[in-house]
């Protein structure tokens, strides 16, 4: 007979080993798997590690591709502590990133000081109504949180699509490729470092999940967070306006989400493109779940990623190994945290029934 139990807490040092085990399993089959496609597991992890580590650039690089994922992760966190299972996060960062690129069709050759702010303001307002929408659907109609976000996922992109494919977003001459034409330079996030595309969003991220931190362990918000998490009946008699909490929470993950649409199409591609940000938002839960739901937790998950991800690049082009085997190995290393993430939570006991 299997038991399953919630595990009251577990240390830092258990998570600790339980996400390095991960690790060295999922290397271990991944190496398996290169092995029967007959390349060399030696050069594809060789160029894994120069792709994600072997270079100063590199690192830096690496930090470009954890910073969406840092937003999305945050925006997991904030959701799941609340118990609210929020899959919008695609979505969210979709319409932050519609918003965003729509306010500054107003801005012109305003200021970049000027110009990025209200960018991002538009991008999180776009972001946190999505999310606040669906909280509204959750709180008066009681439609499942899980529904709403997934429906509106689709409904998001395909409105990105039309405006993109030959719609009034659509570059001249480049229908083929559904993109906007590329921003001008008051628009372009400031680079942290030359010679790659580092922005300031690495450090809005981190101050995001600076914020989110002392929000949740710090403030009365925090508290009903928590709370609503773990008895929201008690939450209500305590006083608490739970739809209030609910609103909240979903405007803030959506929000958050946003912002790693801004950081994609205004601080490393200077145009819309909805290819380039594919598959952040649900890479972003299984960082926040990794991350233990904590916010910590989730940049030092979304920093290994993102070095995963730009390792890869380097992976499918500097050795023999398939194209096609590289999002295989990204599944079967994903497989192996959320493994490491469910022992982590949970006790798994197998015995004998008992019969009484």
């Known amino acids: 007979m299997i038991t399953i139990t919630p595990r009251a807490s577990a ?41 994600a580590f072997g270079s100063w650039e590199a690192v830096l690089q690496s930090l470009v591709a954890a910073t969406p994922l840092i937003f999305t992760g945050l925006a997991t966190v904030i959701a799941f502590r609340a118990e609210i299972w929020s899959i919008g996060q695609e979505g969210q960062m979709f319409a932050g990133a519609m918003c965003g690129y729509w306010a500054s069709l107003y801005l012109g050759g305003t200021p970049w000081l000027v110009a990025i702010p209200i960018v991002i303001l538009a991008a999180m307002a776009g972001g946190g109504a999505l999310g606040g929408l669906c909280g509204w659907l959750k709180t008066r109609f009681q439609v499942n949180e899980i529904i709403s976000t997934v429906m509106l996922n689709y409904v998001v992109v395909y409105l990105l699509s039309y405006l993109l494919a030959g719609g009034p977003w659509t570059a001249e001459g480049s229908t083929s490729y559904h993109q906007t034409p590329v921003f001008a330079e008051n628009f372009h996030l400031p680079r942290l470092a030359e010679g790659v595309k580092l922005h300031i969003g690495f450090l809005l991220a981190l101050a995001a999940a600076a914020a989110c931190w002392v929000v949740l362990k710090k403030t009365p918000l925090g508290f009903e967070i928590r709370a609503l998490g773990f008895n929201p009946t008690a939450l209500r008699f ?19 989400s946003a912002l790693a649409g801004v950081s994609e199409i205004f601080g490393v591609n200077y145009r819309l493109r909805g290819d380039v940000m594919a598959g952040l938002g649900f890479t972003g839960i299984i960082v926040g779940m990794i991350g233990g739901l904590n916010p910590i937790g989730a940049v030092i998950a979304a920093l290994l990623f993102g070095a995963l991800a730009n390792g ?9 190994i398939p194209p096609s085997l590289v999002p295989a190995m990204q599944g079967i290393l994903l497989l192996f945290f959320l493994s490491a993430s469910v022992l982590v939570r949970f006790s798994i006991s197998i015995g004998r029934p008992v019969h009484v």
């Not at 998570?15 to 597991?41: E, K, N, P, R």
């Open 238 to 256: 305590k006083g608490v306006n739970v739809t209030r909490t609910v609103l909240i929470v979903m405007c803030l993950s959506g929000a958050l």
């Open 11 to 51: 240390g830092w040092q258990a998570q600790l080993t339980a996400y390095v085990l991960a690790l060295v399993l999922g290397f271990g089959a991944s190496a398996l798997l290169i092995t029967a496609s007959g390349a060399s597991v030696s050069e594809g992890f060789g160029a894994l590690y120069e792709g």
């Open 312 to 320: 890869s690049l380097y992976m499918s082009v500097l050795s023999d």
